[in-house]
C-alpha cells in the first residue's frame, strides 16, 4: 500500500484537523439543482445553510479546482455532525452527506485544508434530499448514493451475518470505457485486505507440523540478510519485524507503482539490506514486505507456488469461486473491475501492474469474502485454534499488547469488539470489518482513489447494529477529555505557555509547531491545519475531536524538552527543535553524487534557482529544506528526512534518508 505524503504519520492519521482562526463568509442557502461557485483567496470559511425538514437524507458535493478543502455540518443547535476530507487532494469531489434528526436550520462549512495553501476554485452542489428510507436496505443504498450513477466508478457491498447473506449489491461502473455496471460479482483488487489469508496460509502449515510460527525467517529463506536478530514468522505477520516496507524502499531506488513489479524484485531488494528500522519485537512499524516474504515461505514450504496453495486450501473448499492471488500480471480475470483517479478533466485509469503477492494481490468479489468472514464464527476451513491464534493481538517485548494481530487489526467500534483491515493501491479502496460477538461482517470495495471504503463499511455496521452501539455507549461511557477540560476551566500562566512554545519533531520530515493563541496553546503539524488545544492540567492538554492529548514535559518553568502524543493506545515523544537559521547554510557544500548500495540507485543534489534539489532519473525532483544543522526536510513522502554525515575533518560524505516505513537508509558520497 503506498503511503500518502503527510496526511499519514505513522498511525497517527490526520493528526488534527480544525482550524479556529479563519473569516466567515455567508453564502446562504443551498438549493437542489443549482450549483454555486466561489473562490478561496484568504484563510475563510464559507458557511452555507440547509432548510430541512425531520428525518430528511441529504447528498451534496463540493468539486474541489486547485485546493484541498474540508467540510464541516452542524445540526440544529450548532453541534458538529461530522468532517470530511478525502485524500483527492486539490482536486476532485468532496462528497458530504447527512441525515436530519429535527426540523430545522442546518450549517454546511467549506475551507482550507492546509492554511499555507489556500487559493483556488470550487463549486457546491445540493444534489438530492429525500426522506430517510425506511428499511435497513434502503439506507444502504443512500449511503451508496454517491456511487450509483452510470458515469463513474463504482463500488460493492455485502452483509453477512451467521453464515446469511443479509445483503449485496453493486453501484456504479467497474469499467468506463465500456459502460460495464458493478455486481456483487465484479471481482476487485483488495490489496492490504489480502494480508490474513498469507498469514492463515502461515498457520495452516503450523498445523501441518511443517514449519512453527517462531522460526527464524532465515530458515526459510536464506536471502534475507543477517542483522544479528532472529526474525520470526510471527514478527512478520504482526508487523513487528523491523524490516523496512518494500514500497517505500522502491520508490527511494526510482521505481513508479505503476512498474510491472514481481516477487523477484521484493527478494532482491530485500536481500541488499544492511540495517533494519528497529529490533525485531520492540515496536510495531507497518510493514509490507513480511507479507511477502510470509507467501514466498508458503510456497517454499509447501511446494506449490503461493496462488496454488490458497486455491487448493482455502478457497476452494470455501467455495470462493471467483478468489485467486493474481501473481500473474497479464492473466486475464473475467468480471474484473479497473481501478481510477479523478482529475480535473474527469476520471483517469490508475495502472497497476502488480505481480507479487503476500502484502496484496487477492482478486475477489464482496460476496466471496462474506464466505471468508464466515468461517471465523463457522469453522470450515482451518480450526478454532488456528482462528484464535490469526485474532490474537500481539505483544512487544516489553510486555505491551497492541493492536496488530496475524494480518489484522483489533479493537473497537462504537463499543463493539472489531476486526478489521483495509486495503488501498492504485484507485483500489476495501475495507473487511467483522464484528465476532454479533457474527457480523461487512465487506465494501470501490475502484476509484476517493473512496473511502472504511466510513462507509461503519456506516453500513451503524445501520444494522445501532441499538448494540447506545446500549454499550451508554454501559460504558467514560468522559471525554474534552469535557473533563471544560468542566475543570483551567487556564495557564504565562511563564508557562512561554515553556511550551516552540517546533517538536514527532517523526523524521513531520513537525508540530507549539504557539500561543488568546492566553492558551495552540498546535499546528507539517501541512496540516491548527487547532486549540484544550487544557487539562498544567501539563496536559487535549486535542479535541481525535482522541489524542499531549503531555509536556518541563522542570522549574524552563522550556519543555519534549512533550508525550497519546493516541490510539500508542506514545510517542516529540522533541523540541533548537533554534536554527537557516539563511546561514551554504546549501552548496551538499551538492554532489550520492550513491546506495541497499538501493543500487543515484541521486544527484544540486543547485537551482537558489534551492538544494535532488534529482534522480525516473522520479520528480525533490526539494531539501534545511531545519537543523545538516538535517533537510524533502518535499517528496519518500525523502521526508535528510541528514547529512561528515568525516573527521567536517566534510560531507553522505546521507541517511527516513521517512514514514524506512529508518536510516544510507547514501555515500561519489568522490
Known amino acids: 500500500m503506498k503511503i500518502p505524503p503527510l496526511k499519514i504519520c505513522g498511525f497517527i492519521l490526520c493528526?488534527?484537523?480544525?482550524?479556529?482562526?479563519?473569516?466567515?463568509?455567508?453564502?446562504?442557502?443551498?438549493?437542489?439543482?443549482?450549483?454555486?461557485?466561489?473562490?478561496?483567496?484568504?484563510?475563510?470559511?464559507?458557511?452555507?445553510?440547509l432548510d430541512l425538514e425531520q428525518?430528511?437524507?441529504?447528498?451534496?458535493?463540493?468539486?474541489?479546482?486547485?485546493?484541498?478543502?474540508?467540510?464541516?455540518?452542524?445540526?440544529?443547535?450548532?453541534?458538529?455532525?461530522?468532517?470530511?476530507?478525502?485524500?483527492?487532494?486539490?482536486?476532485?469531489?468532496?462528497?458530504?452527506?447527512?441525515?436530519?434528526?429535527?426540523?430545522?436550520?442546518?450549517?454546511?462549512?467549506?475551507?482550507?485544508?492546509?492554511?499555507?495553501?489556500?487559493?483556488?476554485?470550487?463549486?457546491?452542489?445540493?444534489?438530492?434530499?429525500?426522506?430517510?428510507?425506511?428499511?435497513?436496505?434502503?439506507?444502504?443504498?443512500q449511503a451508496f448514493y454517491a456511487y450509483r450513477s452510470n458515469?463513474?466508478?463504482?463500488?460493492?457491498?455485502?452483509?453477512?451475518?451467521?453464515?446469511?447473506?443479509?445483503?449485496?449489491?453493486?453501484?456504479?461502473l467497474a469499467n468506463l470505457e465500456y459502460d460495464i455496471q458493478v455486481e456483487p460479482s465484479s471481482v476487485f483488487h483488495i490489496a492490504s485486505v489480502s494480508k490474513q489469508f498469507t498469514a492463515f496460509s502461515i498457520l495452516l502449515l503450523q498445523a501441518d507440523g511443517k514449519l512453527n510460527v517462531n522460526d527464524d525467517i532465515r530458515k526459510y529463506i536464506p536471502e534475507v540478510p543477517d542483522f544479528g536478530k532472529t526474525i520470526t514468522l510471527q514478527h512478520l505477520a504482526t508487523h513487528t519485524s523491523g524490516l523496512r516496507d518494500q514500497w517505500n524502499l522502491l520508490v527511494m531506488a526510482g521505481w513508479r507503482m505503476d512498474d510491472v513489479i514481481t516477487k523477484e524484485h521484493v527478494l532482491k531488494l530485500v536481500s541488499r539490506q544492511e540495517e533494519l528500522n528497529f529490533e525485531p519485537g520492540e515496536e510495531m512499524y507497518y510493514c509490507n514486505t513480511g507479507f511477502t516474504l510470509l507467501a514466498e515461505v508458503v510456497a517454499r514450504v509447501s511446494g506449490m507456488s503461493f496462488a496454488e496453495f490458497t486455491k487448493e486450501r482455502i478457497f476452494d473448499p470455501l467455495e470462493m469461486n471467483e478468489t485467486l492471488f493474481y501473481d500473474d500480471h497479464e492473466k486475464i480475470v473475467k468480471n474484473r473491475a479497473y481501478s481510477y483517479h479523478s482529475s480535473n478533466n474527469g476520471y483517469k485509469k490508475s495502472v497497476l501492474n502488480y505481480a507479487n503477492v503476500g502484502a496484496t494481490s487477492l482478486f475477489t468479489t464482496v460476496e466471496d469474502l462474506s464466505k471468508w468472514a464466515a468461517n471465523f464464527d463457522n469453522t470450515k476451513v482451518g480450526s478454532k485454534e488456528i482462528i484464535h491464534d490469526l485474532n490474537t493481538r500481539a505483544v512487544l517485548n516489553n510486555g505491551d499488547t497492541i493492536a496488530a494481530a496475524m494480518g489484522q487489526f483489533v479493537g473497537k467500534y462504537k463499543g463493539l469488539d472489531e476486526i478489521q483491515h483495509g486495503g488501498a493501491d492504485a484507485g483500489y479502496r476495501s475495507y473487511l470489518t467483522r464484528i465476532p460477538d454479533e457474527q457480523f461482517s461487512v465487506a465494501v470495495f470501490g475502484n476509484s482513489a476517493s473512496f473511502n471504503s472504511g466510513n462507509l463499511a461503519h456506516a453500513v455496521v451503524d445501520i444494522y447494529l445501532s441499538d448494540l452501539m447506545e446500549e454499550q455507549e451508554e454501559a460504558v461511557s467514560p468522559k471525554e477529555p474534552e469535557e473533563a477540560g471544560k468542566e475543570n476551566n483551567l487556564s495557564l500562566n504565562p511563564e508557562l505557555i512561554k515553556a511550551y512554545v516552540g517546533d517538536y519533531e514527532l517523526q523524521p520530515g513531520f513537525n508540530i509547531k507549539i504557539f500561543e493563541?488568546?492566553?492558551?496553546?495552540?498546535?499546528?503539524?507539517?501541512?496540516?491545519?491548527?487547532?486549540?488545544?484544550?487544557?487539562?492540567?498544567?501539563?496536559?492538554?487535549?486535542?479535541?475531536?481525535?482522541?489524542?492529548?499531549?503531555?509536556f514535559e518541563t522542570t522549574n518553568?524552563?522550556?519543555?524538552?519534549?512533550?508525550?502524543?497519546?493516541?490510539?493506545?500508542?506514545?510517542?515523544?516529540?522533541?523540541?527543535?533548537?533554534?536554527?537559521?537557516?539563511?546561514?547554510?551554504?546549501?552548496?557544500?551538499?551538492?554532489?553524487?550520492?550513491?546506495?548500495?541497499?538501493?543500487?540507485?543515484n541521486y544527484s543534489l544540486k543547485m537551482k534557482e537558489g534551492k538544494l534539489i535532488a534529482e534522480h532519473q525516473r522520479t520528480a525532483d525533490i526539494e531539501l529544506d534545511p531545519v537543523k544543522p545538516d538535517v533537510f526536510n524533502g518535499s517528496q513522502y519518500y525523502f521526508r528526512q535528510v541528514e547529512f554525515k561528515r568525516d573527521d575533518q567536517g566534510k560531507i560524505v553522505g546521507f541517511a534518508v527516513s521517512n514514514g516505513r524506512v529508518r536510516n537508509l544510507k547514501f555515500n558520497k561519489i568522490n
Not at 458538529?80 to 436550520?105: C, F, H, R, W
Not at 446469511?164 to 456504479?172: A, I, Q, R, T
Not at 524552563?558 to 515523544?573: C, E, N, R, V
Request: hydrophobic share 30%; proline share 4%.
Open 15 to 49: 493528526l488534527f484537523i480544525s482550524a479556529l482562526s479563519y473569516a466567515q463568509v455567508d453564502h446562504g442557502s443551498l438549493e437542489v439543482g443549482k450549483p454555486q461557485n466561489h473562490s478561496t483567496n484568504s484563510l475563510e470559511k464559507h458557511i452555507f445553510h
Open 55 to 141: 428525518e430528511q437524507f441529504v447528498f451534496l458535493r463540493v468539486i474541489q479546482q486547485g485546493v484541498d478543502l474540508q467540510i464541516s455540518t452542524y445540526d440544529v443547535n450548532g453541534d458538529k455532525m461530522a468532517d470530511y476530507d478525502s485524500p483527492n487532494g486539490t482536486e476532485g469531489p468532496e462528497i458530504v452527506q447527512l441525515n436530519s434528526d429535527e426540523k430545522g436550520v442546518y450549517k454546511i462549512e467549506v475551507y482550507p485544508y492546509n492554511e499555507e495553501a489556500f487559493e483556488g476554485d470550487y463549486e457546491i452542489q445540493l444534489d438530492l434530499v429525500e426522506p430517510i428510507a425506511q428499511t435497513k436496505e434502503g439506507k444502504v443504498d
Open 151 to 172: 458515469d463513474g466508478p463504482g463500488a460493492s457491498v455485502a452483509i453477512q451475518q451467521n453464515g446469511k447473506m443479509l445483503y449485496s449489491k453493486g453501484y456504479g
Open 517 to 551: 493563541e488568546e492566553g492558551g496553546l495552540a498546535a499546528q503539524p507539517t501541512g496540516q491545519s491548527k487547532t486549540t488545544l484544550e487544557v487539562l492540567s498544567e501539563t496536559e492538554f487535549n486535542v479535541p475531536g481525535v482522541g489524542a492529548k499531549l503531555i
Open 557 to 601: 518553568g524552563s522550556a519543555a524538552s519534549y512533550f508525550d502524543l497519546h493516541q490510539g493506545g500508542q506514545i510517542t515523544k516529540a522533541e523540541r527543535l533548537e533554534e536554527f537559521d537557516k539563511e546561514e547554510v551554504d546549501l552548496n557544500d551538499f551538492t554532489g553524487e550520492y550513491y546506495s548500495p541497499e538501493l543500487a540507485t
